[in-house]
């Protein structure tokens, strides 16, 4: 009599257990289906993307697909990432490089060309 009594509380408490994982398996689905996946942009969603943000701030002769390609192809060569962390969301990333465009384009408006070197010289030397 009395291990049928063991047996039974015993039944209840396993039962009790079983219950207890299926919730957390419910809670621990719902948790991971709103954890944010990165899914990197294709070059055509980024090249109509930055053709709508350089149209809304004014830049004018914007090669959207060109820089499209650069900024894909800048990303995935590093993993995109940005310095320390993964890149949760591309918008916002090439909304940045849209407007630096002016800041990094071969013209400045003097009309020299931006090389980053200090001198033709560094240039020649460097095999340009």
């Not at 009790?16 to 294709?42: G, H």
């Not at 990432?81 to 465009?101: C, F, M, T």
Request: net charge positive.
């Amino acid at each position: 009599m009395k291990n049928e009594k063991i047996i039974e509380e015993l039944s209840k408490k396993f039962n009790n257990l079983i219950i207890y994982c299926q919730n957390l398996d419910q809670r621990l689905n719902k948790i991971e289906s709103k954890r944010i996946v990165f899914k990197p942009p294709t070059i055509d969603e980024l090249s109509d993307y930055m053709k709508m943000v350089a149209d809304s701030i004014g830049i004018i002769e914007y090669n959207h697909k060109e820089e499209a390609s650069n900024m894909f192809d800048y990303y995935e060569g590093i993993n995109w990432e940005s310095k320390r962390s993964k890149i949760k969301k591309w918008k916002p990333v090439a909304r940045n490089w849209v407007k630096r465009y002016k800041q990094f384009r071969k013209d400045t408006p003097s009309g020299s060309p931006k090389l980053g070197f200090k001198n033709q010289a560094n240039l020649e030397a460097m095999g340009g």
